[in-house]
């Protein structure tokens, strides 16, 4: 079964800093990993996602995430956050096999201060 | 990728009656939903796999008769949280999975059984 593990439960940073949100996962056979930002009382919404091919994924509002498959990890970045970027960011991993079933991570909280 | 349409967006009720969550999927047949729960401040667990036309698969520890899904057309996956119980408050998501974008997810009801 595929596991996924997001090192940080919560990450203060200041308005205009970079950001990276870490991500590892576990898996025995081939994964898509996604990223998405859940805003207080709401769904969630797709930052990006790997599927396959360039292992440098760029999504929405700035954000991007790399691929390593031998550190199993897919880490997510921004160069300069905003404060509307404070939000819970998860991290999640399915596997065709397992009947497309999506594994979260614990997710990372994001405060961006002023 | 898909639209979701999730209701309601929130309701209260009382200890021991029964409420119905919709989710329906505006513009994807959605041969398979996921219904998800997130207690606050924690990640989403999955309950169960909707499939239309047959019995939904439960997630190990969620109990059947107490969490009822109906998948009875390509667009509409219902949710029945039966004898609701103040343990049974939580925030749950629906989720479709689709071709684009791979998941897309409703914008949740917060339940408050008093």
């Known amino acids: 079964a595929q596991s996924v593990t997001q090192l940080d439960s919560q990450v203060p940073v200041f308005e205009e800093a970079p950001v990276e949100l870490r991500c590892n996962y576990s898996s025995s056979v081939s994964v898509y990993l996604f990223w998405y930002v859940q805003y207080p009382n709401q769904g969630l919404q797709l930052l990006l996602k790997y599927l396959s091919g360039s292992t440098l994924v760029k999504g929405i509002n700035g954000f991007e995430a790399e691929f390593n498959k031998s550190q199993t990890s897919f880490h997510l970045r921004k160069p300069s956050v905003h404060i509307s970027d404070t939000a819970e960011y998860f991290c999640?991993?399915?596997?065709?096999?397992?009947?497309?079933?999506?594994?979260f991570g614990g997710g990372t909280r994001v405060l961006v201060k002023p | 990728g898909a639209v979701v349409s999730q209701h309601p967006s929130w309701v209260i009720c009382k200890s021991g009656t029964s409420v119905k969550i919709e989710c329906r999927s505006l513009?994807?047949?959605?041969?398979?939903m996921f219904w998800y729960r997130q207690f606050p401040k924690q990640s989403l667990m999955l309950m169960a796999t909707s499939n239309e036309g047959s019995k939904a698969t439960y997630e190990q520890g969620v109990e059947k008769d107490k969490f009822l899904i109906n998948h009875a057309s390509l667009t509409l996956s219902t949710l029945t949280v039966t004898s609701a119980h103040p343990e049974d408050s939580s925030f749950y998501i629906c989720s479709v999975h689709d071709r684009v974008d791979g998941y897309t997810f409703g914008s949740g009801t917060r339940l408050t059984v008093v």
């Open positions: 999640a991993v399915s596997v065709r096999a397992a009947g497309n079933k999506l594994t």
């Open positions: 513009d994807f047949q959605a041969t398979t």
